[in-house]
């Protein structure tokens, strides 16, 4: 079974660096897990006002009211298959401020519907964001996200975007420190910058072979709308 990001890139799934591919190119059926850890060197937000969306973010972890410099974190990628039979990864990021911890929680699929991947935001999968992938010219992943849309219970509607931000995302490996780079941005094209980070990291392959992935990376609920 092919990842989620080759269904989504095609051939280009080759134009990206081989550390790359590996983060990016396995499946349930593999039976392994990436799990990164290093250090954000600049975590950030923007001006005053974007403080309550930021706090209402930690509701469902999926944005937090820190800053800082040189913050260490963890991310963690599971493949599996939900509830629904999706083929699905977790992108878990903790971070360990001074005086708080934060996570950023997010499941994505490759939806056969829209024909591009789906990145459901926080614990409940209540946003869900269209993601436009394709590699760098250096190899590395670049993901811009698109529309959004939000659901719970009955209530579906295409989220507004004067409400909400773009995040551009770019993970790159960076051989002369042989460790992987990330580099994250949200703006809104009203209010400007909300937030973004960037930092390394060191990435190891744990085998998963016959167990269930942890339940902390697993959503509260699972959301059938694409």
């Known amino acids: 079974m092919t990842s989620i990001y080759e269904n989504a890139l095609g051939d280009s799934f080759s134009k990206l660096h081989p550390n790359i591919q590996r983060r990016f190119g396995f499946s349930s059926e593999d039976g392994v897990a990436a799990i990164g850890t290093g250090v954000m060197e600049h975590v950030w937000y923007g001006k005053w006002y974007m ?3 930021l706090y209402i973010g ?3 972890n999926i944005l937090f009211p820190q800053r800082g410099n040189n913050i260490p974190f963890t991310i963690e990628n599971y493949a599996y298959k939900d509830s629904l039979g999706r083929e699905t990864v977790t992108w878990i990021r903790t971070y360990q401020f001074p005086k708080k911890t934060r996570r950023f929680d997010a499941t994505m699929i490759y939806s056969k519907q829209r024909k591009r991947i789906i990145d459901y935001l926080g614990t ?3 946003l869900a964001v269209e993601i436009d992938m394709r590699p760098t010219e250096q190899g590395g992943m670049s993901l811009t996200s698109g529309a959004q849309y939000f659901y719970e219970g009955i209530i579906s509607f295409k989220f507004p975007m004067l409400l909400s931000g773009y995040a551009t995302v770019c993970e790159w490996y960076d051989e002369e420190i042989n460790k992987f780079r990330i580099d994250v941005k949200v703006n809104n094209k009203l209010f400007g910058e909300i937030f973004g980070y960037r ?3 060191d990435v190891e392959y744990i085998n998963m ?6 339940q902390h990376v697993r959503p509260v609920r699972e959301e059938a709308r694409e």
């Open 51 to 53: 403080l309550p969306f």
């Open 58 to 60: 930690t509701w469902r």
């Open 124 to 126: 409940h999968q209540h």
């Open 199 to 201: 930092g390394f990291f």
């Open 209 to 214: 072979q016959g167990q269930q992935i942890p």
